[in-house]
């Protein structure tokens, strides 16, 4: 079921920012942002491009050295981040890809537990350009997971992506992210995408955070059901696209990626 | 507008291309072996070209399917000219001696030791220049590329002494170490470690910045990266380097060899112009050249096997 997002729990939350600022010389990218991210909550970062969410995502990632910044941040002490691409050191065989990061013993064990379950057992000895694109992506997947990370931080990892690969993708990440509950923080411009994946969805515009809205919806989402709907004109509207769809219902003008089979 | 146009489509087409159609659907899920027994022609209404992939051809705007040894067909060809023109008589013996008389100078030459022994001396020399260069290249290039001290120290004087050729501080060196092995191994081993060098380094500094990017992310130790990315990153260049760092000691080898040396593949050949005998001034050639193309082909081996995880348009 549906987490209750940012929840009441005493827990301290996983993720939180005070007052966080960065820049690019002149140009102030992310101003003030005050975020918490609650233990094993699935959030989803939204914004047209040039908004600020990949800043966001590298500051959480502590990867923006030489970017001035200033204001509070914790993380917590396992961190992993998967890309837009999968990443993979062309060298080094799938299982040393995945385990590239691990040490002391039973590396070897947990990286193959890892690859079986994004669905690549038995790929361990393959070079990464022996596998497909969503193969690939599936290994960055476990190169993710192997670390049994306390927050996940994705930053458009179905972006390259066919759409058939990307559906099949999306219920993997459900999947994993409902065996393991870390926190998830998922950048993505697609809003369908937010919508049937996250717990809550964040919209960034210039810098702030201009939206926070809870998805209550129960988790294996249909993008047929009317609040589906409902929640996606809502944010459509709030990243500033006013499209004919919001006002009549089934205008089949735009189906943005994924062809409805 | 897809949408309006699908009806019209399968209700025209709903009977007669239900038989493709059910083909084409089931295709993907035949097992490669499976898809390659089809008899070729029956594949033909799917749009494809049937067992296009299956019939070994390779890739169309590749190379073509390697032959094995087929590397020797020019030196061959050659050869064959050769031996073609001596034998008519158009080439002069004075000029250049027929194989035949060649091959059997090679067989006195071996008889009475005079070409082991030139030619182990020789293999010495450049191969003590060639691991000093090798080592002394690779050293530099990777203090130049991994530490910014290292790099403002060594990298400058290093594209310095690129642009002087080596051979062109013969003189000094000469001064400097006097005629012996010492002048000649380090005449041999400067002018491999500047190629080993350059094209290390060049690798080193072109490592992907995505994946130093992953190490920060996975936490690698200095250690570890270096071992996990920077080492197999920077092989390509490495192995460019060698290729060219192996001829360039033959090169230092030649001329080193015709300065005041007692010993040698050049001395040898040197001697012989004195008395104008060509055949052994083409053993010598022949020599130089077997293990000029043998070093190659090693280093190109070696080189397949590292760097097996590369897939290119040759592979």
Redesign the interface.
Known sequence: MATHPGGLTKAPPAVRTRRLVRRFGERTVLKDIDLDLAQGEFTALLGRSGSGKSTLLRAV?R?DHGVEGTGELVVPERV??S?Q?S?L????RVLDNVV??LRGPGTRERGLTALEEVGLAGRDRS?P?ELSGGEQQRAALA?ALVHDPELLLADEPFGALDALTRIKMHGLLRELYERHRPAVLLVTHDVDEAVELADRVLVLEDGLISLDMPIDLPTPRSRRDPRFQEYRDALLTALGVTTPSAAPHDS?KEKPHVPNV | MTEALTPARTSRGLDVADAPRTARVTKPFTPPEAGGTLPPGTGGGTGRRAGKGGDGRGRRLGPGRPVPFGRLLGPALLLAAWWAASSAGVLDPRILSHPWSVVSTAVELVADGRLQGNVLISLQRAGLGLLFGVVAGVALAVVAGLSRTGEYLVDGPLQIKRAIPSLAMLPLLILWLGIGEDMKVTVIALGVAVNMYINTYASLTGIDSRHVELAEVLRLSRWRFVRKVVIPGSLPGFFVGLRLGVTSSWLGLIVVEQINATSGIGYMMFQAQQYAQSDVIVVGLVAYGVFGFASDALVRAIERRALSWRRTLAG
Not at chain 1, 89 to 92: F, N, S, T, V
Request: charged content about 20%.
């Open positions: 990632a990867l992993s981040l890309f691409d990443r050191l062309p060298w080094l590239l990061g070079w350009h190169r089949p």
